[in-house]
């Protein structure tokens, strides 16, 4: 029997003894077996910091970002081959959808994310601050990524997803990582990391899978490590528990199992389109991936004159799922990912039957097309229905994994929310309601206890993701039972990975580490008007000082007239008794354009392309006339800007063949004290020297 592969300490290697046997969920065919037996764990982590780490850490965010970018589009070209694999897993089209190319999703998702980072190999976290009255001692924090491995372990039946979408994150942080795997369906990930590593788009070092057990992996971590583990809450608490990992402080992260629930809104009635919406949504989650997902829906809240009505529409459209080989297209629900699921889903469905009936769907039969029920882990879509959701606990505290749901009624919507809370923690919830306040009084009650809630109406039924699809920029993760993780989040998930740092100094010093600007730091003489100056000439601290220019009455009355600004104050007539101003004030963005006027060097063509935009800015003191207005002006920071890549010609826009980067300067706005009244950032797209 062949052996899965492990790649570790820069090749593949097949472990001791035969391991655990996998088979073809549709067919029960064997395919492999799977074992780590005879690996040292201790080496594979040592090589994970010692070559992937310093490999990583050398590189830029943008590098980073790119280099995920550049393995995603590489992946797409294998489609075919990953899909044919994922049949074997019990996974549909649409089902494989979700897992591979959602994982490889993350990683277009993440890369982009590039661009909210310094072309650095670390970054300056939020806002820096001034401890001194003369402007010479200030603090700042500074991300820098930590100089483990990222240890994902996985047990859910997501072998694509689950993996691409975790690495992405560590990846773009600087940090390595060791995969483990849902060992069931481990040889889809496989073949997967087979095309990254033939790739050579990671450095040496940066991905390294174990198919099959953990072993004493965890004995060896550190605390510059990170372990994330997604699966159930029990085998998490194993994990978390272990000795070492409590001694070393390692950071966890953990999405756990949970019982997630769908609220039908109290005034949705069958003749509104949220009605409909409502019995889709929990026929998608209760089949799609057949039910194996840590998101899936697992409990269904319905005000109680609706019940009988809810059920039997629930039940009439799972009627209509065919159910079979995902090879054949009219299937819409495959098989479990295992033999071993299905006498585990239930097992768990029978802890359920002491306080509920089944409804629609058996444990014993299920009608298949183009497959065989003794061989292939099958099983049929199961609700359930529990009319005493207060007395009878089972339904808030036993998931089985797999597509099963519990209906349960409610009188009120505070019992609603109550109800949804009962689950102790869990990933997701959906409210299906068309009514704000309904809406409103749910997410401020069900908030503490879930990690994410959609509100889910006719408004945005048709481009919503779905209750249980997660998203790279969102948080993924949930309170309590849920494990109290956050993995993905966009900068969120990114910062699990790195080491937050307070930096204090002189703002030139700490200039001169960060590569950012800071504010009251020594600025440079740039020789030449900076405008002149392409991208790579630019140097951080590049300053000018403009000439001065006198504010008048006449000219606040004419800017008042060309914007149609006349807000009182702006008024030279106004009676000034009781307001904030002393006269006539000119108007915040007269000054921003005065600034504007007096920093840009000439009408003639320069390497500036365009202003790209203004951040952060703030009118701090009231600009009066006969006030002298000069603009101090600082190179920032310079962010690359990637040649936006065309696959057509026509598609090609003016521009698009130009060489260039993002610039961001300081704009301080002065007067005649010597204060400063007013602060923007400004960015400017500026060319690169042509080679």
């Not at 109800?419 to 959906?430: A, W």
């Not at 701090?620 to 010609?649: M, Q, W």
Request: glycine fraction near 10%; proline fraction near 4%; charge should be negative.
């Amino acid at each position: 029997m062949t052996k899965l592969g492990n790649y570790i300490t820069g090749k593949w290697i097949d472990g001791d003894g035969d391991g655990q046997q996998l088979f073809n969920a549709v067919t029960g065919e064997p395919i492999a077996n799977a074992t780590t037996a005879g690996l040292d764990f201790k080496q594979i982590l040592d090589y994970g910091r010692t070559v992937g780490n310093p490999a990583l850490r050398k590189m830029t965010f943008h590098e980073r970002g790119n280099m995920l970018k550049a393995l995603a589009l590489y992946l797409r070209n294998h489609l075919d081959e990953f899909y044919r694999v994922s049949y074997q897993t019990g996974a549909t089209k649409a089902d494989s959808w979700v897992d591979i190319e959602g994982g490889i999703g993350n990683l277009f998702a993440n890369a982009s994310l590039r661009r909210k980072f310094p072309d650095e190999v670390f970054c300056i976290d939020g806002d820096s601050h001034n401890f001194s009255k003369n402007n010479t001692f200030m603090g700042t924090h500074i991300l820098v990524p930590k100089e483990g491995v990222a240890v994902h372990i996985n047990a859910f039946n997501f072998p694509v997803w689950g993996m691409l979408e975790k690495i992405a994150v560590n990846l773009l942080a600087g940090m390595p990582a060791v995969v483990k795997p849902a060992t069931v369906t481990s040889y889809l990930t496989e073949a997967v990391v087979k095309q990254i590593i033939a790739s050579k788009i990671l450095p040496e070092g940066a991905l390294q899978l174990i198919c099959g057990s953990a072993g004493d992996l965890l004995d060896h971590v550190n605390s510059q490590d990170v372990v994330t583990f997604t699966g159930s809450a029990s085998t998490g608490l194993l994990l978390k528990s272990n000795l070492n990992i409590l001694r070393e402080n390692v950071p966890f992260n953990m999405e756990a199992d949970s019982l997630n629930c769908i609220v039908l809104g109290e005034n949705v009635t069958p003749d509104k389109p949220e009605w409909d919406i409502f019995i889709k949504e929990i026929r998608r989650e209760m089949t799609l991936k057949a039910g194996q997902r840590c998101t899936g829906i697992r409990r269904i809240f319905v005000p109680e004159n609706k019940m009988e009505d809810i059920w039997k529409a629930i039940s009439a459209s799972l009627s209509q799922t065919t159910i079979g080989n995902p090879l054949n297209e009219k299937v819409r629900m495959g098989s479990l990912a295992g033999q071993g699921q299905k006498l585990e889903v239930k097992a768990q469905v029978q802890k359920l039957l002491a306080s509920s009936r089944i409804v629609y769907g058996s444990l014993d039969s299920v009608e298949l097309v183009d497959a065989d029920a003794t061989k292939g882990a099958f099983i049929s879509p199961i609700l359930l229905m529990n009319e005493t959701p207060f007395a009878a606990k089972e339904a808030h505290e036993v998931e089985a994994f797999g597509p099963v749901s519990t209906i349960m009624p409610y009188k009120n919507f505070d019992e609603a929310v109550i109800l949804s809370k009962l689950g102790k923690g869990s990933l997701c919830s959906t409210v299906v309601t068309a009514n704000y306040q309904e809406a409103r009084q749910y997410i401020i009650g069900a908030a503490t206890h879930h990690g994410r809630i959609l509100v889910l109406n006719n408004e945005c039924a048709k481009e919503s993701t779905g209750h249980g699809s997660p998203l790279p920029l969102l948080i993924h993760g949930g309170p309590g039972r849920a494990g109290g993780g956050e993995e993905m989040g966009g900068l969120r998930g990114v910062k699990h990975y790195l080491q937050r740092t307070a930096l204090q100094g002189s703002p030139t010093t700490i200039t001169a580490i960060t590569n950012v600007y800071q504010q009251n730091a020594a600025g440079k003489d740039p020789g030449k008007h900076p405008f002149k100056k392409y991208f790579e000439e630019l140097q951080i601290g590049d300053q000018i000082i403009t000439e001065k220019r006198i504010i008048t009455s006449e000219d606040i009355d004419r800017f008042a007239d060309l914007s149609g600004d006349h807000f009182y104050a702006h008024i030279k007539t106004t009676d000034f008794t009781g307001t904030m101003f002393e006269q006539q004030v000119a108007h915040g963005y007269f000054i921003m354009s005065i600034a504007a006027g007096l920093f840009v060097d000439s009408y003639e063509k320069n390497p500036v392309l365009l202003n790209y935009g203004i951040d952060e800015l703030r009118f701090t003191k009231p600009v009066y006339p006969g006030a002298s207005i000069h603009i101090r002006f600082t190179c920032k920071e310079k962010l690359p800007n990637d040649k936006r890549i065309v696959e057509k010609p026509e598609d090609m826009k003016r521009g698009d063949d130009i060489e260039k980067g993002i610039v961001k300067w300081l704009v301080e706005m002065i007067d005649e004290t010597g204060e400063v009244t007013g602060l923007a950032t400004i960015l400017t797209m500026v060319a690169k020297q042509t080679k």
